[in-house]
Structures are given as C-alpha cells and as structure tokens.
C-alpha cells in the first residue's frame, strides 16, 4: 500500500508541476487555456475556474497530462476577440518561453527540493575503508582498510554517497581519478585510482566493489532491529530486540556473520539459538530464496539493531546554511541532469547498458522503499526523477517537448513554421522511437523482478 501511494504521490506531484509550468508561462504570454488535465482517459474530476472558464481534470490514467491550449490547427475559433491569444499566432520566442516552462519547472522543483534537504541535515556514512583486497585498484593505489577518503578530482567527499557520485561522474570521461586519504593516524596521503575495470554493465549495480572500495562495517552483535512484516524472521517467531547466539551449531559473533549465514541458505531450514532478555530460546528459521546478481540468496526480512554510539563514531551529519544550501542544490541539479545525458550519450554509443533504463515497475518499486526509509530519502528520491523528467522532455525527440523547440529554431534560421508535412513525419517517428523505450524499460522492469 505504501509503494502504491507513494508512486502516485510521485506521478501526481511530477506531473502537475510539469503541467503547470506549461499553463502559468502560457497565461503570462497571453495566451488562453482551455484545459489543464492530470492524467489521461476518463476524467475523475472537472472543476472550470478563472476568468477564461479553464477545465481542470483529473483523470483515469495517471501516466502523463497535458495543457490544452486554444490554436486556430485544432479547429476554428468564433470569438474573433480571442485570434490573437491562440498559441499559433504567438511569436516564437513566446511559443519557445511556454514549452520549455515545463521541464524548467521540474528543474525549479529538484532545486527547491535540494535546497530543503541540504538545509535540514543529510545523515551518511564516513568513507571510510574497510578491508581491500589485493589485485584490485584500491590495493593498487595503495589504499588501506581504515583509510578515510579525503577527495577525489579535488572534489570533497564527506560521505560515500559523495563518493560514489564523484566516481560515477569521473569513470565516464576519465580512466583514472586522484584520490586523498588519511590513514589510521591521520596522515595524509595522495594517490591516483584506476577506474578502467568498470564495464558497462557495471553502472547498474554498485561498482564499487569493482575497484576495491568496500564501506568499513564496525563489529557490531547480531540483534535484531525491525521485523518485516509477513517475512521468515516473523513467522520464525524472531522479534526486535533479540540477539542471536549461534545458527546450526555455530556460533555467531556478530550480525555481518548472520547475514552470510542467512544468504548462503536459501530456502534451507536453519536452527537458531536466540537470547531474549535472560532467556534461551531455540528457533527454526527458513530464508526465502531471492534472485541477486544471477543467483540465489536468502533472505529473512530482518534489519540489525545498532548502538547510537556506533552511529555517532561512523555516521556524518551533513548541512548548509539556505544561501549555500542554494547553491549545492543549484550545482547538484546541473550536474545530475549533465550527467543524466552524458549516461544516454553513453548507452547510444554503447559504452553503458541499456539495462540502466527503468520503467514505472521499478519507479514504483523505489518510490515504496524511499518512501519507508524516511521523508528525507523520498524527497530525494522525487528531486533525482523531477531531474530525470525535465531532462527527458528536453530531448530533441517530436511530440516531447524539446522536439517542438528543436522545430522552433529551425523556424528561427528559416524564418517561416516548419510545414504540416514535416511535423507529421516527425511525429511519426517520435513517437516509434518513444515506444522502443517504452519497450526497453517494461524489459528491464520484468528482467529484474526475474533476476533480482
């Protein structure tokens, strides 16, 4: 229930501020709109407002809406008063002003939402190394476990969610990168991190482990936190709170050792020695079998509790002041929707998988789980598809919006509208090169309920 609410949360809000980028850039210049509708289909809801009497629609199908506007190519207008507000009879720059309004909108929004989170405080963990094994890049450049990273291409990295993004960025116009690092005794050392084991399919999952960068994971005992609900620890009788002492015989020092138990016994019964509060107990758990990387792990549906002190000692809190928090938000919504192009760029080439696509299988999936983390990691999580959104819009492609601007500035150059025959054409082929996305993002969707 959640991930549905939470995926229509995203589509409603995305939407509607998409739209009505479109509808208040449109009222500004003039011109007269006749609807403004989310979703497409059978309306829900109609409610005619304002001076101009405009429709506002909900309807059926939330996968889009539109901004009907008055244009003399969709039929004839009586009102002879109303000619010059017709979007047709509008300049260029003004038609240009309207149709950019909406991925700009989605871009003002990732910005504001940015601004919010960098305000409030984003929690992350340190970068700090754990083990790094030989023959890897890491051991190449001579970076140790307990190695805290510094910066990487000049750029800070405070948390490993800066680091990931740093590497994301570089792997794609760089074989290499500069890292610095204080060691254990806060020494300072500089080295240089080959990035050239990262393959093109290695985008869609976390390739740090490609280069030898594993999180430092602190010993901590294995006692159970949250409990999903309807999951094998729940029907195993595990509740929060417990600490588990050993599983088939063997005993169990700390929760990353449980987890390994757990994810080599797929669907294998497992007898389970647990303390809760002075007692014994003896529990029989069976893990379900989960589709990962190919193969198939167990999983229990359980998280670990962990000391706030632990926390305190590996955890970050990172936060601006609102005129710095603007101008990360600002640089983060620049350098995720360049990066966003630099990925398809990319996949064209066929120097990144198209398996990177997602459909509205796997939004939904990740609006559920932000949405359960927290409001901190859902508002992320809504800025990083606003971003994706708005960018999308602005391919050159006919029928999205940055098709109608590509066919504006060839009007600029030729000093007269693209011809009715052109735009046909064009939309013909927008919309094929539409639906093969479409096609290859439902794939994908499927593959990875499939194969985890």
């Given at each position: 229930?959640?991930?549905?609410?939470?995926?229509?949360?995203?589509?409603?809000?995305?939407?509607?501020?998409?739209?009505?980028?479109?509808?208040?850039?449109?009222?500004?210049?003039?011109?007269?709109?006749?609807?403004?509708?989310?979703?497409?289909?059978?309306?829900?809801?109609?409610?005619?407002?304002?001076?101009?009497?405009?429709?506002?629609?909900?309807?059926?199908?939330?996968?889009?809406?539109?901004?009907?506007?008055?244009?003399?190519?969709?039929?004839?207008?009586?009102?002879?008063?109303?000619?010059?507000?017709?979007?047709?009879?509008?300049?260029?720059?003004?038609?240009?002003?309207?149709?950019?309004?909406?991925?700009?909108?989605?871009?003002?929004?990732?910005?504001?939402?940015?601004?919010?989170?960098?305000?409030?405080?984003?929690?992350?963990?340190?970068?700090?190394?754990?083990?790094?094994?030989?023959?890897?890049?890491?051991?190449?450049?001579?970076?140790?476990?307990?190695?805290?990273?510094?910066?990487?291409?000049?750029?800070?990295?405070?948390?490993?969610?800066?680091?990931?993004?740093?590497?994301?960025?570089?792997?794609?116009?760089?074989?290499?990168?500069?890292?610095?690092?204080?060691?254990?005794?806060?020494?300072?050392?500089?080295?240089?991190?080959?990035?050239?084991?990262?393959?093109?399919?290695?985008?869609?999952?976390?390739?740090?482990?490609?280069?030898?960068?594993?999180?430092?994971?602190?010993?901590?005992?294995?006692?159970?936190?949250?409990?999903?609900?309807?999951?094998?620890?729940?029907?195993?009788?595990?509740?929060?709170?417990?600490?588990?002492?050993?599983?088939?015989?063997?005993?169990?020092?700390?929760?990353?050792?449980?987890?390994?138990?757990?994810?080599?016994?797929?669907?294998?019964?497992?007898?389970?020695?647990?303390?809760?509060?002075?007692?014994?107990?003896?529990?029989?758990?069976?893990?379900?079998?989960?589709?990962?990387?190919?193969s198939k792990v167990g999983k229990i549906g359980a998280i670990n509790r962990v000391d706030e002190a632990v926390l305190e000692t590996y955890?970050?809190?990172?936060?601006?002041?609102?005129?710095?928090?603007?101008?990360?938000?600002?640089?983060?919504?620049?350098?995720?929707?360049?990066?966003?192009?630099?990925?398809?760029?990319?996949?064209?080439?066929?120097?990144?998988?198209?398996?990177?696509?997602?459909?509205?299988?796997?939004?939904?999936?990740?609006?559920?789980?932000?949405?359960?983390?927290?409001?901190?990691?859902?508002?992320?999580?809504?800025?990083?598809?606003s971003i994706s959104l708005g960018v999308l819009n602005l391919l050159p492609v006919p029928v999205l919006?940055?098709?109608?601007?590509?066919?504006?500035?060839?009007?600029?150059?030729?000093?007269?509208?693209?011809?009715?025959?052109?735009?046909?054409?064009?939309?013909?082929?927008?919309?094929?090169?539409?639906?093969?996305?479409?096609?290859?993002?439902?794939?994908?969707?499927?593959?990875?309920?499939?194969?985890?």
């Amino acid at each position: 229930m959640l991930t549905i609410v939470a995926f229509l949360v995203t589509l409603s809000v995305l939407i509607a501020i998409h739209e009505y980028g479109h509808f208040q850039v449109a009222r500004w210049c003039g011109v007269k709109v006749l609807r403004f509708s989310i979703g497409f289909g059978k309306p829900l809801f109609r409610k005619s407002f304002g001076k101009d009497n405009t429709e506002f629609v909900v309807a059926a199908l939330p996968f889009g809406g539109y901004v009907k506007m008055l244009d003399e190519r969709e039929g004839e207008i009586d009102a002879k008063e109303d000619l010059s507000r017709a979007f047709n009879r509008q300049s260029v720059w003004r038609r240009i002003a309207i149709v950019s309004a909406g991925p700009a909108a989605n871009l003002l929004l990732a910005i504001f939402l940015y601004w919010i989170l960098f305000m409030h405080g984003v929690m992350g963990m340190k970068p700090i190394l754990g083990d790094v094994q030989s023959n890897t890049p890491a051991a190449q450049a001579s970076l140790k476990a307990g190695d805290l990273i510094q910066s990487l291409a000049g750029e800070s990295t405070k948390t490993w969610q800066d680091v990931r993004w740093v590497l994301l960025q570089e792997s794609l116009k760089s074989e290499s990168v500069a890292v610095e690092v204080l060691d254990q005794s806060g020494n300072p050392h500089a080295s240089v991190l080959s990035l050239t084991s990262i393959g093109r399919d290695d985008y869609e999952r976390d390739f740090l482990d490609k280069l030898g960068l594993k999180p430092y994971q602190p010993e901590v005992p294995a006692v159970i936190g949250d409990v999903v609900s309807g999951g094998a620890a729940e029907r195993s009788g595990l509740l929060s709170g417990d600490q588990v002492i050993s599983a088939d015989g063997e005993a169990v020092t700390n929760w990353e050792q449980f987890v390994t138990i757990i994810r080599n016994n797929p669907q294998n019964r497992i007898q389970l020695e647990v303390q809760r509060g002075q007692e014994l107990l003896a529990l029989h758990i069976t893990p379900e079998g989960v589709n990962e990387g190919g193969s198939k792990v167990g999983k229990i549906g359980a998280i670990n509790r962990v000391d706030e002190a632990v926390l305190e000692t590996y955890m970050t809190r990172v936060s601006y002041g609102p005129l710095e928090a603007l101008a990360k938000a600002g640089s983060k919504t620049w350098e995720t929707s360049v990066f966003s192009l630099k990925m398809l760029g990319s996949m064209i080439t066929g120097d990144v998988s198209w398996k990177g696509v997602s459909g509205p299988v796997t939004i939904a999936s990740y609006a559920g789980q932000s949405a359960h983390i927290g409001w901190k990691a859902f508002l992320g999580f809504l800025a990083l598809i606003s971003i994706s959104l708005g960018v999308l819009n602005l391919l050159p492609v006919p029928v999205l919006d940055g098709g109608h601007l590509m066919y504006y500035m060839v009007e600029i150059f030729k000093g007269s509208p693209v011809s009715e025959a052109v735009m046909e054409l064009g939309q013909r082929i927008g919309l094929f090169l539409l639906g093969l996305l479409m096609i290859v993002a439902f794939y994908n969707d499927i593959n990875r309920i499939f194969t985890g």
